[in-house]
């Protein structure tokens, strides 16, 4: 099993549609979880992370864990073609650990 | 924000033959840098961790002597994939830490391709 596991799509939205992204982990010493946004050949963007459980805003940008069920979400409002892209999400025990990475959801906002 | 930044970010070349690939800290000193490598559709994979004036730390299952990490400054860190075979064609990431517990700035990837 995959400490954490992620739905690769690809997943077509309309422009303005609210996104839904999801992953699961398996190993309860994470602390720390992040969401990158990778385009086509290129390096992973850090979108946003959280510490523990909780939910954190940025923009257009929800970020949710909880971690009772080990669910990681990340939401996205009004959806742009310009949020067209990979999301991954990853998470770490923190402490300059290793960063456990999901496969990625592919994303296609259609306008 | 802090830059990383990756060259080359294509490379092709022949069966036996090194690539060198270099990631450079920009406006930071970076003591640590990862380095990963990501097969189409799937995860990042982390291969070593390569730390300023100590030898690189190697993830299970990655060869050392294959894959040579000099981490010389603390702002450049290379990977060198030496006798590289087809099954070596990836795309290749280095990262640098943040000020958070985690990596959070990436080069921008190296698509290598041996042919």
């Known amino acids: 099993q995959k400490e954490v596991e992620q739905d690769p799509g690809p997943l077509s939205v309309p422009e303005g549609a609210i996104v839904s992204l999801n992953c699961t982990y398996s190993?309860?010493?994470?602390?720390?979880f992040m969401w990158y946004r990778q385009y086509s050949r290129k390096g992973p963007e850090l979108l946003m992370y959280t510490y523990s459980s909780g939910n954190k805003e940025d923009g257009r940008f929800t970020a949710q864990v909880d971690k009772s069920s080990k669910y990681i979400s990340l939401f996205i409002r009004d959806s742009q073609p310009s949020d067209s892209a990979t999301y991954l999400c990853a998470a770490n025990p923190g402490g300059y650990q290793k960063v456990t990475f999901g496969t990625g959801t592919k994303l296609q906002v259609i306008p | 924000g802090a830059v990383v930044s990756q060259h080359p970010s294509w490379v092709i070349c022949k069966s036996g033959t090194s690539v060198k690939i270099e990631c450079r800290s920009l406006d930071f000193q970076a003591t640590t840098m990862f380095w990963y490598r990501q097969f189409p559709k799937q995860s990042l994979m982390l291969m070593a961790t390569?730390?300023?004036?100590?030898?690189?730390?190697?993830e299970q299952g990655v060869e050392k002597d294959k894959f040579l990490i000099n981490h010389a400054s603390l702002t450049l860190s290379t990977l060198t994939v030496t006798s590289a075979h087809p099954e070596d064609s990836s795309f290749y990431i280095c990262?640098?830490?943040?000020?958070?517990?985690?990596?959070?700035?990436f080069g921008q990837g190296t698509r290598l391709t041996v042919v």
């Open positions: 190993n309860s010493a994470f602390q720390y």
């Open positions: 390569s730390n300023e004036g100590s030898k690189a730390t190697y």
């Open positions: 990262s640098a830490p943040g000020t958070g517990a985690f990596e959070a700035f």
